[in-house]
């Protein structure tokens, strides 16, 4: 959300972008990349998570590498896992001899003093780091404490979250100087010369990166372009080489360009009843309000409605994802007769009424204004204000707390997913920083799990929070990237990254 903060997230968040794209030529020794929106910030720190992170998937070498398959490979760290058991403790080994950019060594003193900047200066991803208290060196190793188990450690130190990507001390010697150029061990550097911030960001080979065979660029050029048709446009004319506005009312039509289209990655679509103790909807604090308002709302017509890539779901875990359980789309079908009983009993049988507050990417205000008119029918009287792609005054209006819900997608695991907006207090999308026993309870279960216990701890967390009804979860949406003239885009796994250093010239 801000991390696009989507959230993916994708999550991935759209904010207003600028320019077309011209000058944009792609040629075979330069990558031009299509993306819906600046990036947040240029400070890992600061930034979201999802496409935006790409600028920093090119210049920051992360400890862990995320595949598009989902899983992880050696990066800074050759080797990691949890000590002992609890998932309190983590331990990574650095890879030798590697260099920042700027030619010096990338030692486990550096590794720390990131980690520690991160810790004391995380934006709007810094619920990932939840339970972290230390980090210190010994040799060749970083040891990771905790004072709650946090069993997504491998994930938050991959360039999924930012977490991973390593800064040099001379970046952080001056903190203010990460918001406009690159401190990283990543195979690209950013080409301040050739960048306007806003608009499009050029990078230029990183002479000392440990692995030059995968520099298959010279140049890499990442263009804003907010427009879905524009950018599909200038993927057939040959301007732009990957295309991360993708959506699935066009892959048809880049087909036809000649392109191919990548899917996969689904995130959830849902209102978040963000109030859920009632403070400024005392209603919403009722258990069988919020059920009521999952019995009033036809997810199937408004994924119709929705159009393609879109199918209904009743659960926050979308299918092929850790919590997923076909069985819970069931405990909340569309049934407006038990919403008006439910909304009776808990002594609101004229309905309830409430803000919510949205954006027009991906759906969610389409989404909102659907669903709207369908809790309309039993009583229930909903506001809606639209902050359009504004991302900033989005995260403002939520924090206000005067919205009591928002509409909003999210692409993680189902632990990092929580962290944001269930447990997280320093999320965006807990703005009211609720808490539930229950909830509680199934959560703690899922962070300190045995790895041969996440699955089934993970599908109880999952029913734990359908039952309690803390969203209103609307549709599945899938990701999409087309590309043109682009050999091994790689996969669209559940929790996977783009393999952006696999991408090379088609031959």
């Known amino acids: 959300m801000r991390t696009r903060l989507a959230l993916l997230a994708v999550c991935a968040l759209l904010a207003a972008g600028c320019s077309g794209i011209t000058n944009a030529a792609a ?90 900047y991160y810790l004391a200066n995380g934006g709007s991803m810094k619920p990932f780091l939840t339970g972290i208290t230390d980090v210190t060196a010994d040799g060749d190793k970083v040891r990771v404490a905790l004072d709650k188990p946090n069993p997504i450690l491998p994930y938050v130190f991959s360039q999924l979250v930012n977490w991973g990507d390593v800064i040099s001390p001379t970046g952080l010697a001056d903190p203010a100087q990460l918001t406009s150029r690159t401190f990283g061990a990543g195979a690209y550097t950013l080409d301040p010369a050739g960048t306007i911030a806003g608009d499009h960001y050029a990078f230029v080979k990183n002479p000392n990166y440990y692995r030059p065979e995968l520099q298959r660029y010279e140049k890499v050029l990442v263009r804003v372009v907010p ?58 604090g009722d258990v ?12 199937n017509a408004v994924a119709a409605a ?21 069985a819970l789309d069931d405990l909340t079908k569309y049934d407006p007769s038990a919403a008006r009983r439910l909304l009776t009993e808990a002594g609101y049988p004229d309905g309830i009424s409430f803000q919510l507050v949205d954006l027009l990417t991906f759906g969610m205000n389409t989404a909102s204004q659907a669903v709207v008119d369908q809790l309309g029918k039993v009583g229930v009287d909903v506001t809606v204000q639209t902050d359009g792609n504004d991302l900033n005054r989005y ?19 189902l632990f990092a997913s929580a962290l944001f907006n269930i447990t997280g207090a320093a999320s965006p ?4 920083q609720s808490s539930d026993e229950e909830i509680d309870r199934a959560f703690a279960t899922l962070a300190a799990a045995p790895e041969e216990q996440q699955a089934a701890a993970a599908a109880a967390f999952n029913r734990t929070v359908v039952d309690r009804a803390w969203f209103l979860p609307i549709a599945t949406v899938r990701n999409y990237v087309f590309a043109k003239g682009v050999a091994n885009v790689g996969e669209f796994a559940a929790n996977g990254a783009l393999d952006v250093l696999d991408w090379a010239p088609a031959r």
């Open 27 to 116: 040629t075979d020794d330069t990558l031009v990349i299509a993306l819906p929106a600046p990036p947040e910030n240029f400070d890992p720190a600061k930034n979201g998570s999802g496409v935006q992170g790409i600028v920093h998937w090119l210049s920051y070498e992360p400890l862990i590498r995320a595949e598009s398959d989902g899983s992880f490979t050696p990066a800074l760290a050759t080797e990691w896992g949890y000590v002992g058991t609890g998932n309190r403790l983590f331990e990574m080994t650095l890879r030798p001899g590697v260099k920042f950019a700027d030619g010096t060594p990338v030692d486990a003193a550096s590794v720390v003093g990131t980690l520690k």
């Open 227 to 284: 427009d879905p048709n524009s950018a599909v446009q200038a993927l057939a004319s040959g301007q732009v080489d990957v295309n991360l506005n993708a959506t699935a009312t066009l892959a048809d039509q880049a087909k036809a360009s000649g392109a191919s289209v990548l899917e996969g990655n689904p995130g959830v679509l849902a209102l978040y009843l963000v109030d859920r103790d009632g403070q400024t909807t005392p209603g919403l």
């Open 288 to 299: 069988k309000v919020r059920q009521a308002l999952n019995h009033a709302v036809d997810r």
């Open 306 to 326: 929705l159009g393609a890539g879109y199918s209904a779901v009743g659960q926050i875990a979308p299918d092929g994802t850790d919590g997923h359980d076909p």
């Open 395 to 413: 995260v403002a209006d939520l924090s206000s707390r005067k919205f009591s819900a928002t509409t909003f997608r999210l692409s993680t695991p």
């Open 429 to 432: 999308l807990n703005p009211f």
